[in-house]
């Protein structure tokens, strides 16, 4: 049982680049989130998602986006990258009223 | 605005001895779940314990319990006869807006002494 897997696990950009962070969750979960934590930080939610083809902004949503197209995939788009976008990004999944299960994490550098 | 607010940026406790994590937040929502989550140096964010909202009692697993406070807007954490491998980051993570979604605290960073 993997639950939540994210991919990659580091990655370093150079500002103005584009690239997308995987989730894959196997858990039939309806609901899946990203969160970014800069250092020494909680967590910041940037989209979420409550089933297939339905996304919704978080708090923090500038420079990004997501797509929802089956259930177990929600995958994380970073365009034109920027040295404040250089964060921890956390998937996570859950069912209504159950704690989020936690991917490990992609730490992404911008320089 | 959600807020969520953990006033013990750092907290250190001998082994074996309890230690109390406090958390406010602010929410509209009136049925709910909260959480706290600890996140070690491997940085993996691992569920610690759930209480929901409408029940009166507090909850508890093993060691760790919560005093949830519903109309004082409070949930802390209490770790009862701490072990080393409790050492980590603690996050309380209420409700934002919309129950499903949940807002992060700042975090409590735990010393475990030997």
């Known amino acids: 049982n993997a639950g939540v897997t994210q991919t990659p696990k580091f990655r370093i950009l150079k500002i103005g680049q584009s690239m997308t962070l995987q989730c894959a969750q196997d858990?039939?979960?309806?609901?899946m989130y990203w969160y970014r934590q800069d250092p020494g930080m909680g967590l910041k939610l940037i989209y979420y998602?409550?089933?297939?083809?339905?996304?919704d902004k978080g708090e923090v949503p500038n420079g990004y986006n997501v797509s929802r197209s089956t259930t177990e995939d929600f995958p994380l788009r970073l365009e034109l990258a920027a040295p404040s976008q250089t964060s921890v990004y956390f998937c996570?999944?859950?069912?209504?009223?159950?704690?989020?299960?936690f991917g490990s994490g992609t730490r992404l550098t911008v320089v | 605005a959600q807020t969520v607010t953990q006033s013990q940026p750092e907290m250190s406790v001998q082994e074996a001895e309890t230690v109390t994590l406090s958390c406010t937040y602010d929410t509209s929502e009136s049925d709910y779940y909260l959480f706290w989550y600890k996140q070690p140096p491997s940085r993996q964010m691992i569920l610690v314990i759930r209480?929901?909202?409408?029940?009166?009692q507090n909850a508890t697993e093993n060691r760790f319990s919560v005093n949830f406070q519903k109309a004082a807007k409070s949930f802390s954490l209490k770790i009862s006869d701490s072990q080393l491998g409790d050492a980590a980051m603690y996050f309380c993570a209420p409700p934002l807006k919309g129950a499903q979604k949940l807002v992060f605290g700042q975090g409590t960073r735990l010393t475990i002494n030997p």
């Open positions: 858990m039939n979960h309806n609901y």
């Open positions: 209480q929901e909202a409408y029940k009166q």
């Open positions: 996570a999944s859950s069912r209504q009223g159950d704690g989020y299960t």
């Open positions: 998602s409550v089933g297939a083809g339905i996304t």
